[in-house]
């Protein structure tokens, strides 16, 4: 996952269980989360919207492409 500069800032002091490395850079920051279902993520990336990008696996990157336009639906 990759966090604009606003949300690593809070990842960073979140101390957030399921993170795994970090690397800061220029753009951001860079996450590896490490999960057992990646259920236990989906609502965790979708409350930070536009400003995290799922890297990989390319499974999940679907799964959130699936289920950004239904809450665009509810609003």
């Known amino acids: 996952m ?3 500069q606003d ?8 101390n957030y269980h399921y993170v795994e490395d970090m690397k800061e ?3 951001g920051l860079d996450v590896v989360l490490r999960v057992r279902q990646l259920d236990e993520l989906l609502q965790w990336v979708l409350g930070r919207g536009a400003g995290v990008t799922v890297l990989e696996p390319e499974s999940f990157r679907n799964e959130i492409r699936e289920e950004a336009p239904k809450n665009l639906k509810r609003y």
């Open 2 to 4: 990759a966090a604009n």
């Open 7 to 14: 949300i690593a800032d809070k990842v960073k002091e979140s």
């Open 25 to 27: 850079h220029q753009d």
